[in-house]
């Protein structure tokens, strides 16, 4: 079973399988110590019970990353398919998830270019005007003034990304970061949405 990186399509699947297969590991683990100490000294009453219940604790948090992965809907590959082609050379991000303290918002698609920053989310209920100015701040917070616009039409979108994949790419002055001294600057700005998502 491969992995895939955070911001590539499939990862919501890819990481709902890695969770799930790290829950069963610690499950086992835990069972196994038990058992082992069962096994031994024939009662429940040994230091290994205790080990097997102090395991419970990495277990709980799995099982909550668990139930979480299955809120969360894996993008269509038709969708990517469509987006990718569209977006051509530009940064792209998918299937991210952003959350505030009131709210998580789950982003099909992010397409960088310049100062600008889309993203498109089929979620017809989202509040765009909140998470537009969650990643603006958050942006604005890592030194990167961006325009950042959230589309919930995907006609829309479609258009804009056509538009950003058209125009003349501007340069924009930036501080290299020492960290990723390879990194252009709206891979900085790819690289820095992905840490912020989840």
Same mark, same amino acid.
């Given at each position: ?43 429940? /009453? ?14 709980? /948090? ?8 299955? /809120?969360?809907?894996?993008?269509? /590959? ?19 998830? @952003? ?57 829309? @979108? ?41």
């Amino acid at each position: 079973m491969k992995k895939v990186a955070k911001g590539k399509f499939g990862y919501t699947l890819s990481h709902r399988k890695w969770k799930i297969l790290k829950l069963a590991v610690y499950v086992a683990l835990a069972l196994g110590v038990f058992l082992l100490g069962l096994i031994t000294t024939k009662t429940t /009453k040994n230091l290994m019970s205790i080990v097997a219940i102090v395991g419970a604790l990495p277990i709980s /948090k799995e099982l909550v990353g668990v139930i979480m992965s299955f /809120k969360r809907k894996p993008m269509d /590959k038709k969708l990517y398919q469509d987006i990718s082609a569209k977006a051509g050379e530009l940064e792209q991000i998918y299937e991210l998830l @952003f959350t505030t303290a009131e709210k998580s918002y789950a982003v099909e698609a992010v397409v960088i270019e310049g100062r600008d920053v889309i993203c498109y989310t089929i979620d017809p209920k989202c509040e765009t005007a909140a998470l537009q100015t969650h990643l603006y701040k958050l942006l604005n917070a890592n030194d990167y003034k961006q325009s950042v616009k959230v589309f919930t039409d995907y006609k829309k @979108f479609m258009d804009r990304v056509g538009d950003l994949e058209r125009r003349e790419k501007e340069e924009i002055p930036y501080k290299q970061n020492p960290i990723y001294p390879d990194l252009n600057r709206d891979q900085l700005v790819k690289h820095t949405l992905l840490a912020l998502s989840i």
